[in-house]
């Protein structure tokens, strides 16, 4: 599967954006979903995640309660709402897609979009 993540952009404390991440091919359905972010000079970390068919969400502590994962299967597309923006979120943001096989996991990267979060 290819990842196209957009939706990125400048925005100033407690404001809003979506991110958004369209999947190539026919079987998005099939991949569990999630975003990561990376601010600079800091290691990627895990945001936010939703299962192949959008009934089980899971958050970073930091994002509970301000951001929303869903997701189109008909559409091929994953969203992140993001509110309430705050300065410590800025970074790249980057969608990933995960498929399970019989005793292994393949892992898929988008290219990323910046959020920037001024104060």
């Known amino acids: 599967v290819q990842l196209q993540a957009s939706g990125g952009g400048l925005v100033q404390a407690g404001g809003s954006l979506r991110l958004s991440c369209v999947a190539s091919?026919?079987?998005?359905?099939?991949?569990?979903m999630g975003w990561f972010r990376q601010a600079p000079g800091k290691e990627r970390l895990f945001v936010a995640s939703?299962?192949?068919?959008?009934?089980?969400?899971y958050y970073a502590d930091s994002v509970k309660g301000r951001l929303t994962i869903s997701r189109d299967n008909a559409k091929g597309i994953m969203h992140l709402q993001m509110s309430n923006l705050k300065p410590e979120d800025t970074a790249v943001y980057y969608c990933?897609?995960?498929?399970?096989?019989?005793?292994?996991?393949?892992?898929?990267w988008g290219q990323g979009t910046l959020v920037t979060v001024s104060s």
């Open positions: 091919g026919r079987t998005f359905s099939s991949y569990a």
């Open positions: 939703i299962d192949w068919s959008g009934d089980s969400t």
């Open positions: 990933h897609a995960r498929k399970r096989y019989i005793g292994r996991k393949v892992d898929y």
